[in-house]
């Protein structure tokens, strides 16, 4: 890319009417930053639409929308032009510090959106299995009817809410309170199948669930691992910031079991088993301790148990190595020194890493590989995570998450009463919703894992009752795995329920005649609202439309429920709602009342409106406002952004970091498991603290006895010294103690170690276990799975005994694994209605070896059987590439609306089945769950290919 992009606005420039918009338009740069285009450039890059359209009156009023495109967790701007109501073009959004006017193709074609010819266009409901129209108050009084006939038949945990990554902020905290206020916790999203094992993984590590630094900071990074991840296609804007540091001179290291577009850049590529993760990163580190590269001072001063860590990393000597993961030694090696001699230096991870049945150990791994070279808290250091959908950050961070309230509150009494009183409502009256208090505190099912709770016997299910009802709020079922048994679930239900844009692949996929309801959801254009990029910073969007069709927003569809239900003067107690609609802005300054463990309490509307105004003024490498109104804010305030909004705090850019106070966005690893275990200190060194702290030693977080021992309650006002009484950081209404301790120099939630051994994980230092379906079963001697658990997330969860069923490797010996395309995203049902993205990516494809084709006897473009140890069947075209190793097929997940060999065209509503069509891959998909979160396996199971006759 050119390095124009990169660079800092020129000095004096600030104030003079020139923004980087305006300069890049004057340099004449092209869409996603390509370089010059042979002729001159507009303001546009998406024309006006030319079909049959009504065009408004010549003098109607042009207005430019600030939102954020609604695919992956780049955050990337996206100026909308609308003219009298109509959104008649895109222009590109130079002044975002995130993407500076580039889009990818996903990003450049969401305009489709505000016409949606594929979308649902109004309420229907399944009859003798025909889709027919039907009104709002029809829909809403007869799903609320069959939906309280559950309740009333069957408990409140027999209906489970699959939320979404879709949602913006509000819409996600506001679907919690609404599932809370239900009487359930059986509810779940998107994060649960793609980074609930980083979520974890990292949280019990450093103690936040995130990605530590930015996309912008790996400018200054001198070396990068991707391992599991390939931004080049999933996140491709990402990119542009990696190789502006390539350019500078950082070394590019890509682990994958597939020669990726990313892996094309790359100066050390790596060809990995898959599911060998653990092995190659503790091979990584024997060279590591071996050679003396580790950051000793670091480890001493803040981290625990890293002894536990190397006594493991002795045991993975070159050989062992090589024999587990099929890296020669040298290799091996090549890569430890590239990224221990040239720091700082990144590791960025996806879902290559998290969904395996040993993600959360995964995770840990690479989090102790960063923290053994003193890579955390650092700018171009960091564990970076590159997050899916748009908003999966956010909503992971303030939504329907089973086992916690917003804010990972958890689901103990004292969170319950804190939320309650955020809420304006009594405690005792919420307790009354739920079945009983042991419920009302027992983590709920996981969307992965929903259809088992419909079909395992109820005495094996650990709530009253089986679940009966299901209602998909904005997620795809074929991102899931175990397609067949979803089916078949879905046909046992008493009630389905889709609430969605699109109809999705549910709507097809059922094999029912009646009981299901498809509800028309607007997108995230008709509405307006804040969502969370991967790098933890907010962003507010515009609503650039308004709803089309008979689409409505979904907290407008929450409200109607509630007071179908009776229960929406709680819902909205301290929120305005106009014509139905509960107001955006107050539902944002209640999480800001409600949420300061994570701070999101410093992150206002009026804060991020005037971000999104002024975006100009955030650098492009550090993301801080060099002047204007945000005058020292970080870009889109990355949380925490501590206290109140009226404290001003600029928000925290990279996690960890002590070269900064914590009131300028510095802090230490969080002290959230105690201050000592085992008779050892888990409180940082003497002297690893933040700039400018008064307490120069390790610290528990705060609360009220605390302060009053150090003297400091008497800083409180009399009104927050009555809020605060009997109060911790995280409970304390008024933010008093927050803002006390931090004009102390100090961070709330303490100053401890990172943990290197997490003794209440499965597997305290991570140790490499094969996989369910492996294709090594002379390894499981060595390194067998999990034991089965009885009672996991309220199912019965299977480890071992699936391991050790059978070998299916003679039948099925091809490694199956799956991944991302540039072109679609998610379960793909909005990108693959896209007539502008259909168009490039036509067909659902298996990637095979030349060799493994030679085999079978396929070439490219012929259809092929992949058949998986399930009994299901996918045809599929064949790509015969060498980007996949012999012995390994790997399939895009996308892809849906047929089911082993059969179009499931006429089983959506007219007019609203994608534009491309194909097999599921999760069809096909086996059994496997992480031992810590339920997440899925789905990079690595067993196949075997057939000619199509």
Known sequence: MSSLLMRKRPAGTAGAGLTRRGLLLRAGLGAGAAGLLARPIGNHFIEPAVAAEPKPPANSPVEVKHTVCSHCSVGCSVEAVVQNGVWIRQDAAFDSPINMGAHCAKGASVREHGHGEHRLRYPMKLVDGKYQRISWDQAITEVGDRLLKVREQAGQDAVFWIGSSKHNNEQSY????????WGSNNTDHQARICHSTTVAGVAQTFGYGAMTNSFNDLHHSKAVLFIGSNPSEAHPISMLHFLHAKELGAKMIVVDPRFTRTARFAHHYVRIRPGTDIAFVWGMLWHIFANGW?????????????????????????????EVTGVPEASVREAAEMLARNKPSSVVWCMGITQHHVGTANVRALSILQLVLGNIGVAGGGANIYRGHDNVQGATDVGPNPDSLPGYYGLAEGAWKHFCAAWGVDYEW???????????????????????????????????????????WGHAPNSQTRLPDMRAAMQKL???????PYPTMTAAMHGRRDGVYLLPACTQFETQGSCTASNRSVQWRERVIQPIFESKTDHEIMYLFAKKFGFAEQLVKNIKVVNNEPVIEDILREINRSVWTIG???????????????????????????????????????????????????????????????????????????????????????????RDSQLDTGYPEFDHVFLKKLGWWSDLTPTEQAAAEGKNWKTDP??????????????????????????????????????????????????PTFEDRANFWRLPTLYKSVQGARDYSKDFPLIMTSGRLVEYEGGGDETRSNPWLAELQQAMFVEINPFDAGHVGVKTGEF?????????????????????GQGVVWMPYHFGGWWMGEDLLRQYPEGAAPIVRGEA?????????????????????????????
């Open 864 to 884: 092929v059987w992949v058949e998986t140890p399930t009994g299901a069947r996918l045809k599929v075209h064949a790509m015969v590439t060498p980007r996949v």
């Open 174 to 181: 506001l679907l919690r309170k609404f599932v809370s206020m």
């Open 430 to 472: 919420l307790k009354g919703r739920y079945a009983s208090k042991a419920l009302m505190e027992k983590p709920g099912m996981t969307v992965s894992r929903w259809f088992d709770g419909v079909l395992e016997k109820a005495e094996y299910v650990d709530q009253p009752n089986p679940l009966r009802a299901v209602v998909y």
């Open 294 to 322: 580790e950051d000793r001072e670091y480890i001493a001063a803040r981290t625990y148990g890293m002894d536990a860590v190397r006594k493991e990393v002795q045991k993975w000597t070159p050989d062992r190595v090589s």
């Open 600 to 690: 999101y309490s410093g992150i206002s509307p009026e804060r991020l409106k005037l971000h999104m105004q002024h975006k100009a003024d955030f650098d492009p490498t550090t993301l801080r406002a060099d002047s204007g109104p945000c005058k020292g804010d970080y870009y889109g305030l990355p949380w925490p952004c501590w206290g109140t909004p009226e404290m001003k705090h600029p928000g925290t850019p990279i996690l960890y970091d002590l070269s900064k106070t914590v009131a300028d966005g510095g802090m230490p690893f969080r002290a959230n498991w105690g201050v000592e275990h085992d008779g050892q200190s888990l409180l940082a060194a003497d002297g690893s603290t933040n």
């Open 494 to 500: 008493d009630l389905l329920v889709v609430i969605d």
């Open 734 to 783: 008024s933010g008093g103690i927050i803002r006390v301790v931090i004009a102390h120099g100090c961070a709330p939630y303490g100053n401890a170690r990172a943990r290197a051994q997490v003794w209440n994980f499965p597997d305290p230092v991570p140790v490499h276990r094969e996989p369910l379906l492996t294709p090594r079963p002379d390894l499981l001697a060595k390194y």
């Open 921 to 949: 891959a999760n069809t096909g998909w086996t059994y496997g769950y992480d031992a810590v979160t339920m997440m899925q396996e789905t990079k690595v199971s067993l196949c075997r290919l057939r000619r199509h006759a």
